[in-house]
């Protein structure tokens, strides 16, 4: 599986962006998509999940400003970011898992939220 992210950019505090994950290859195998950020000097952290059957999970401190969707069509998965704040500033990568608990992580997009 082959991913692609794109969408990242420079945003204003209070503005939006939309990032999208577009998978190829062996995409059937697919059992979960979810995007992921890390922030220069810290941890990559968890931002939200989406199963194949569209399922969604969010840690607590990730509720309220960003959505996660999927098209599974177009085989790609999307993030929607609102409110965003400087602190929102990372690179923000897309990982799928597969059936037989493999995972692959996509490059990253980088978002940068000016106060």
């Known amino acids: 599986v082959q991913l692609q992210a794109s969408g990242g950019g420079l945003v204003q505090a209070g503005g939006s962006l939309r990032l999208s994950c577009a998978a190829s290859?062996?995409?059937?195998?697919?059992?979960?998509t979810s995007w992921h950020r890390q922030a220069p000097g810290k941890q990559r952290e968890l931002v939200a999940a989406?199963?194949?059957?569209?399922?969604?999970n969010y840690p607590d401190s990730m509720k309220g400003r960003f959505t996660i969707s999927g098209d599974n069509v177009k085989n790609t998965v999307f993030l929607q970011m609102n409110s965003l704040k400087p602190e929102d500033t990372a690179a923000y990568y897309c990982k799928v898992s597969t059936w037989n608990g493999r995972e692959y992580w996509g490059p990253g997009t980088l978002v940068t939220v000016s106060s």
């Open positions: 989406i199963s194949s059957g569209g399922n969604t």
């Open positions: 290859g062996n995409t059937r195998t697919i059992t979960a």
